[in-house]
């Protein structure tokens, strides 16, 4: 309750009411375009744009062999004649195919008239009239050569086929030619009213001869078009007669894997209704969930191409280079020639084949792979839109412009979380358009009535932050000042904590006046690189300094402000140590700690006395650091986030430590300088004791001891060597244990 009066006192309550109230009525607006009492124009099409961004993002990529494309393509066109082939042609094709040991083969084409060219009317016309005997036996003899579409029926029966054909929803121009397959299953009458296929009211099928002699067919209507032209869902069963009819896609797979279609009714006991509607299929035991109208969205594999690809030229003339990428594989034909007029737009591009869309299917039949909309979708989307708008609502008006934005972030963040969460591991389809159209409405309502109507006086951003940040940070902090509060709050910054080693000793040899004035001479040139290093000086205890960047003025690269602070520190401290020589005072000696993390920043205490200052378990973490830098002896600790964060310098790697109230191990390293400004030989021996460790965590005590000799030639006084050297004697005499994870433990500060 605190922090929203003291926001309301900021903000202004009627301000915050009023945005607040406007951010809800957007929130109330969405809800009713997702409800369907109105449209909101342009929605849909973002949708589709999204939609179609996931499926191209989630799509496994790479070739799925299982099915085999055999298309009917320019090449084979200019070699055979135009379209449609001889039966004569199709009936090599097919004795190929089943040579060459394709389990199954499917139609993507229609065959409903006769090849002229086996007419054999004419002929016996003729041979009525004859008197000829012998010609009459010689026309028996040549029939069932001359009958090509005979010759076709004949080569299907190699193995099992799979015909096309069409259904006519229209009333109007329906009629019916050739013969229909059985239904996958049947519907009683009293199942209309809770069954919402497409109802065919004709249909185009395939000669008698021809579908006597395949093992089955299904239907290969055009998929389902969107209103911009893409192809994202396909039907799989059709009604007809009471019937329901698979499509071809369906028809293969129950053939490839030897099963029948079953339906999926919603389960009777949730059903207020005499008849549940129909709800998925399975297959194989495999659930193929449907739409009200019978389809499912294709799951598409990737660009055209996602499947193998044979020319029918080269099938039809025997020549196919490796007949073994057909065994055992469904071959599926169809037109992937641009004169055919069978290529769609989808996700992918708008030249892909109609007959890819059918082997996408089918692979996801097999592989039980289909995304679908489930029946609370418009209940998820009116919860999650709810949700958030409300939460970002009644939160942002009382937040900073840069609070608001990283919460508005964090929520965007968390909602395309979710919903990538129901789309790769549920393989639910939620909209996101909308609930990204409502922050976005939300945030920029926020953005503008602040910009409009919210400012600070100059004057009191410098009585606020005046004590805490060098004047020229305060200057900045004044063009802009409804940017920075003293209200606590979440930030990733930098902490630093300085401390002199052996202090008490150094008090004990000097008077008060010196001591005073020792302090004063060591705090002012540490404190003005802080400062020049655009830092918040929070508090000095005693000899020791903490500062932190990053607040109340962000700089992105805050992590390499305060590494380049602590150096310029001990570079100082250099220079101090010799004035200090001169006046008989003793030498000081430092460690510097520094870490990088997530910190509450903010004015911070009782109603006595506060500070702004930073509280947290990566301040905790920073004050460890400097605390065990003699432990290595080194000047300078810094953590592995620090490290990531300043990359402008190289670092030497010292430990992986367990400081004490951590239970995560923690990767320490020290700051050399710029990595610009080191020699090729600082490099090499930072490099050299990386391996050092690597040995040492491996346990292989001998070469890692064996490399920490050869460092001590060079550097014979090095703290560190000795310590890995002590270290490893230890563990020569008391193994660590196969288990032994490398992090040195430390039980005190």
């Given at each position: 309750m605190a922090f929203k009066l003291s926001a309301f006192n900021h903000v202004g309550f009627?301000?915050?009411?009023?945005?607040?109230?406007?951010?809800?009525?957007?929130?109330?607006?969405?809800?009713?375009h997702v409800s369907g009492m109105y449209n909101l124009p342009y929605i849909d099409q973002i949708e589709d744009l999204l939609y179609d961004t996931r499926v191209r993002l989630s799509a496994p990529g790479g070739q799925d062999d299982r099915i085999v494309i055999i298309a009917i393509d320019e090449a084979s066109l200019q070699e055979h004649g135009h379209w449609p082939f001889t039966r004569e042609k199709f009936a090599a094709m097919m004795d190929n195919l089943f040579g060459y040991g394709a389990a199954v083969v499917g139609f993507d084409v229609l065959f409903a008239e006769r090849d002229e060219s086996a007419d054999m009317t004419l002929l016996r016309e003729l041979a009525s009239s004859e008197a000829d005997e012998l010609f009459r036996q010689r026309l028996d003899e040549l029939e069932p050569m001359i009958d090509r579409d005979r010759l076709f029926a004949d080569a299907m029966q190699g193995g099992p086929t799979i015909l096309g054909y069409y259904f006519d929803n229209q009333i109007e121009t329906a009629f019916t030619t050739g013969v229909l397959p059985y239904p996958a299953f049947d519907f009683h009458e009293s199942m209309a009213a809770s069954i919402f296929l497409p109802r065919g009211e004709g249909y185009i099928s395939n000669l008698p001869t021809l579908m006597d002699s395949a093992y089955s067919a299904g239907f290969i209507n055009n998929p389902l078009i969107d209103p911009d032209g893409v192809v994202r869902r396909t039907p799989l069963l059709h009604e007809y007669e009471l019937g329901a009819y698979e499509a071809l896609s369906l028809a293969i797979a129950s053939t490839y894997l030897n099963d029948i279609t079953l339906p999926i009714f919603v389960d009777a006991s949730s059903w207020m209704g005499d008849y549940p509607p129909l709800e998925g299929l399975e297959l194989a035991g495999r659930p193929i969930p449907i739409d009200p109208q019978g389809a499912v969205l294709v799951p598409y594999r990737g660009p055209r191409g996602s499947f193998p690809y044979i020319s029918v030229g080269d099938v039809i003339s025997g020549r196919v280079e490796d007949p073994s990428m057909l065994e055992g594989r469904i071959a599926l034909v169809g037109a992937t020639a641009p004169g055919m007029e069978d290529l769609r737009t989808t996700p992918f591009g708008s030249i892909y084949p109609g007959v890819e869309i059918h082997a996408n299917v089918i692979a996801g039949i097999l592989d039980s792979n289909?995304?679908?909309?489930?029946?609370?979708?418009?209940?998820?989307?009116m919860i999650t839109i709810a949700a958030f708008g409300l939460l970002t609502a009644l939160l942002l008006p009382v937040l900073s412009p840069l609070l608001s934005t990283f919460v508005t972030l964090l929520i965007t963040g968390l909602a395309l979380a979710f919903n990538y969460y129901m789309w790769e591991v549920e393989l639910h389809v939620l909209p996101l358009a909308m609930t990204l159209y409502t922050l976005l409405a939300i945030y920029t309502i926020n953005m503008l009535f602040g910009y409009l109507f919210e400012t600070r006086s100059r004057t009191h951003m410098d009585s606020l932050f005046g004590q805490y940040v060098p004047p020229d940070l305060v200057k900045e902090m004044s063009r802009d000042p409804e940017n920075y509060s003293l209200a606590s709050q979440k930030r990733e910054l930098s902490v630093l904590f300085t401390d002199i080693r052996s202090f008490t000793t150094i008090s004990e040899g000097l008077d008060a006046?010196?001591?005073?004035?020792?302090?004063?001479?060591?705090?002012?040139?540490?404190?003005?690189?802080?400062?020049?290093?655009?830092?918040?000086?929070?508090?000095?205890?005693?000899?020791a300094v903490m500062a932190f960047w990053g607040a109340p003025v962000f700089h992105p690269h805050h992590a390499d402000q305060a590494v380049g602070a602590g150096l310029a520190m001990l570079s100082a401290l250099d220079v101090l140590n010799e004035d200090f020589e001169k006046k008989g005072w003793p030498e000081i000696h430092i460690g510097v700690g520094v870490n990088t993390g997530v910190m509450s920043v903010g004015n911070m205490g009782s109603?006595?006395?506060?500070?702004?200052?930073?509280?947290?378990?990566?301040?905790?973490?920073?004050?460890?650091?400097?605390g065990i830098t003699k432990q290595y002896g080194v000047d300078m600790v810094v953590s592995e986030d620090t490290a990531h964060s300043a990359g402008r310098f190289h670092y030497r790697e010292l430990d992986t430590v367990r400081v004490k109230g951590k239970e995560k191990g923690v990767t320490i390293l020290e700051p050399l300088g710029l990595e610009e400004e080191l020699s090729e030989e600082e490099i090499k021996r930072a490099d050299a004791f990386s391996h050092v460790l690597y040995l040492y965590?491996?346990?292989?005590?001998?070469e890692a001891e064996q490399a920490l000799n050869t460092l001590l030639e060079d550097e014979p006084d090095c703290f560190?060597?000795?310590?890995?050297?002590?270290?490893?004697k230890h563990f020569r005499e008391n193994p660590p244990g196969e288990d032994w994870d490398g992090v040195f433990t430390f039980e005190t500060k």
């Open positions: 009627k301000r915050y009411l009023a945005r607040a109230f406007l951010a809800i009525l957007t929130t109330v607006g969405v809800l009713g289909f995304r679908w909309e489930p029946a609370y979708t418009v209940a998820a989307e006046g010196d001591l005073s004035t020792l302090m004063d001479e060591y705090l002012t040139p540490m404190t003005q690189i802080v400062h020049e290093t655009h830092g918040t000086i929070d508090k000095y205890i005693g000899d109603r006595f006395r506060k500070a702004y200052t930073v509280l947290g378990d990566a301040v905790n973490l920073g004050s460890r650091l400097e965590r491996e346990q292989q005590w001998d560190l060597y000795k310590l890995y050297i002590d270290r490893i």
